[in-house]
């Protein structure tokens, strides 16, 4: 069993920027390759970012390419996104998620296999 608990979000003026934290338990976090995603009021869950095992490859949805930063600190057993230019369409619940099955960084929610509990980022125009 993985436990994830994001920590980070809160309200900010359009323009700012918050930074937001994964934390996970166990032993084998770099085994794990780490995603966020996001969902909005009356949304699905979108894809935001993805990052590999060891952190050398990330992968971002079109719409916050240039904007947000994902990495890794495996020795902290954490990730990290960093969130710059916020625009209020980035409001939404983030969700950290883990794949323990396979190397591939993508945007699908069947991809991961746990899940943290959220943090609400909004963005107040």
């Known amino acids: 069993q993985v436990q994830l608990v994001e920590s980070g979000g809160g309200l900010v003026q359009a323009g700012g920027s918050l930074r937001l934290s994964c934390a996970a338990s166990?032993?084998?976090?770099?085994?794990?390759?780490m995603g966020w995603f996001r969902q909005a009021p009356g949304k699905e869950r979108e894809f935001v970012a993805a990052i590999s095992r060891l952190g050398g490859s990330t992968y971002y949805t079109d719409s916050v390419k240039g904007r947000f930063t994902l990495s890794r600190d495996n020795a902290k057993n954490t990730v990290y996104l960093q969130m710059n230019s916020l625009e209020p369409e980035d409001t939404a619940v983030y969700y950290c998620?883990?794949?323990?099955?396979?190397?591939?960084?993508?945007?699908?929610?069947?991809?991961?296999?746990?899940w943290g509990q959220g943090t609400q980022v909004t963005v107040s125009s």
């Open positions: 998620a883990a794949g323990t099955s396979g190397t591939y960084i993508g945007p699908r929610t069947d991809q991961y296999d746990y």
């Open positions: 166990g032993r084998t976090f770099s085994r794990y390759t």
